[in-house]
């Protein structure tokens, strides 16, 4: 079995740093043989601070083609449904940070959604952690323990989100108002906190 965690581990955020580590620790402590490989947004490493090295994006989507049907990406927990491309980029690099604080090209960029059209062409995904292009397989998609207080607005807005969740193979939220915002689009889904 091939797990592959996607998560926002590229950055110094405990929380963030802890998920992929968990679920790794999880499938060793089960009697499943696997092969683990930890994803970001970029190639990071963070070891110094306990973190598992991450490969970037762009490297689970070259990989995405080899991927075989015991293949399985698990969105690894933390508050990622409602980033998007910008408001991530901007915690792992300083050109985009200094972007997101120019109000003008902030308004700009978002109001135009150039960066989801362009990523879900390139990158195959609309926002880093919504993989709805149509490359990834839906049903090899796992969501872990996610908070979703970003997901209210796409999914009133979107019903190709609402699709897309329906779609998935799992979703699990980290608390009960991410839980009723999916509900209210008739998503399942289950209840697991994240501490």
Known sequence: MNINALAAS?????GDLLFPILI???LENSDKDFNFTNYGIIKSD??????????SFNELVKN???????TIIIIAGGEVIGGG????YRFINSFWNRIYHNKYLRFLINKSKILEKYSKITKYSSRPFILD???FKRRQIM??????????ELLANNKEYIKYFNEIAYLSVRDISSKQIFEAHDISLSLVPDS
């Open 143 to 152: 969501y872990n323990a996610i908070g979703a207080q970003g997901a209210k």
């Open 10 to 14: 590229d950055r110094n955020n405990y």
């Open 133 to 135: 292009g149509n490359k």
């Open 46 to 55: 963070l070891s110094d601070f306990g973190a598992l090295p991450t490969l």
């Open 85 to 88: 491309w910008l408001n991530i």
């Open 64 to 70: 995405n083609v080899n991927f075989t049907d015991d």
């Open 24 to 26: 790794k620790k999880i």
